[in-house]
């Protein structure tokens, strides 16, 4: 009797390990997004702390300072030209106080009472005539006296640039008004270089223009800081429970547990950032002249990219304590290093390229760019950020997937 033995095909023996593969990572996933939904307090604190961080930020930062105290002391007996050049201040910023002497109000600047004091001499509107009426004869006295001068606190340099902006303002108004008096052409005191921007917008009202600079770098560093500390508090929890032990004994492999993670935490992280972005185009007046969707779409290749930086770091670190310590070094040199508050330019060379190498740096610029330039993914500033977002989230998670085992 002759025996006959039947070979299994390779084709079928590929697709049953392909469907077991899925058919543990389906169990893994849906393992850590049970366990997800079950820490309620989490989930609501990963959505409330983005969007309250936001929130607290656009009303605490860039803001143009109001109601900064101005101590002034106006000799002019009745006020001319000077009348009108006080009339001019913007009185939401500045507040002006009114002092009989000079030696008393610079006492209310040491006595942090005022910010600045404002001198307007006795012959100040004479003078400043006499200057123009006769340029061949002015001298030095005579151009002293036509003059305001300001003796500050300079201390503070956001109060500062506060000042000098408003003062300057307040002159140009001045200026014209006067000119419009004696009949003259506005424009004659007009500086001789004049800007139009090609991107962005010069307005009178913002000193600072610093939320539509910060703004994207924020919205950047929030979606990756949240899904980076997120997934390495999971992780390290179940590292520490020996989850990740019993499920190696049940045939779950590191890829598993890093895919899982991955598909799991940016399912919730994705609503965030969506959030976020509507939060800070709808509520706050971020500029967007490019396409919203590429804008969502790197915010969602950062969130994966700070999930598998999470990931790694739980990989490498032996218990929570070291993970807490090593994520708070690299999220703040991040934060610090990345150009989100300050131009990326002013960093010394040698540090610069440290800067460009972070996985947040580049992808900021992209979006600034997207928002502000309304510039799309074929420029080369863009697509660089939407590269590195990936490049970085390919290696993280790779480096994930080795170490765990070990």
């Not at 009426?133 to 001068?149: F, R, V, W, Y």
């Not at 003796?151 to 014209?176: M, Q, Y």
């Not at 009202?205 to 979606?223: A, H």
């Amino acid at each position: 009797m002759t025996s006959i033995t039947f070979q299994r095909s390779p084709l079928i023996e590929v697709n049953f390990n392909a469907h077991k593969w899925f058919s543990i990572l389906f169990t893994v996933l849906w393992k850590i997004t049970i366990q997800s939904v079950r820490q309620r307090g989490m989930l609501l604190l990963q959505l409330i702390l983005p969007i309250l961080t936001l929130t607290c930020f656009c009303f605490c930062v860039g803001r143009v300072p109001f109601d900064v105290p101005l101590a002034v002391v106006n000799e002019e007996s009745p006020p001319d030209l000077s009348a009108i050049y006080l009339r001019n201040i913007d009185s939401h910023i500045l507040k002006i106080q009114n002092y009989s002497d000079l030696q008393s109000a610079r006492d209310a600047v040491l006595k942090s009472k005022a910010w600045a004091v404002l001198h307007i001499r006795a012959n100040f509107s004479d003078s400043l005539i006499q200057r123009f009426d006769n340029i061949d004869e002015t001298d030095d006295e005579l151009i002293k006296a036509g003059q305001m001068t300001i003796h500050a606190d300079l201390t503070n340099d956001v109060l500062s640039i506060t000042l000098k902006r408003a003062l300057d303002e307040a002159f140009k108004g001045f200026a014209v008004e006067v000119l419009e008096l004696l009949e003259y052409n506005p424009k004659l005191l007009e500086l001789p270089i004049q800007a139009y921007p090609i991107h962005g917008s010069l307005k009178k009202s913002n000193f600072f223009e610093l939320q539509s600079f910060v703004i994207p770098g924020l919205l950047v560093i929030l979606t990756y800081t949240f899904g980076f500390s997120g997934t390495m508090l999971l992780t390290m929890s179940e590292k520490n429970d020996k989850i990740y032990d019993r499920n190696v004994v049940g045939g779950v492999t590191s890829t598993h547990i890093v895919v899982g993670h991955l598909i799991s935490r940016f399912m919730f992280m994705s609503f965030t950032s969506i959030l976020l972005v509507f939060i800070a185009l709808v509520f706050f007046n971020t500029p967007a002249k490019g396409s919203v969707f590429w804008a969502i779409i790197l915010l969602f290749l950062q969130t994966i990219a700070g999930l598998t930086n999470g990931m790694m770091i739980s990989s490498l670190c032996a218990n929570i304590h070291m993970a807490v310590i090593v994520s708070n070094g690299v999220l703040l040199f991040i934060f610090i290093i990345s150009g989100v508050l300050w131009s990326v330019e002013s960093l010394p060379y040698w540090l610069r390229w440290f800067s460009y190498i972070t996985p947040t740096t580049l992808p900021t610029q992209s979006l600034r760019s997207i928002l502000a330039r309304g510039l799309g993914i074929s420029d080369l500033i863009v697509f660089e950020g939407f590269f590195v977002s990936i490049a970085y989230a390919i290696f993280f998670a790779s480096i994930s997937v080795f170490f765990f085992p070990h």
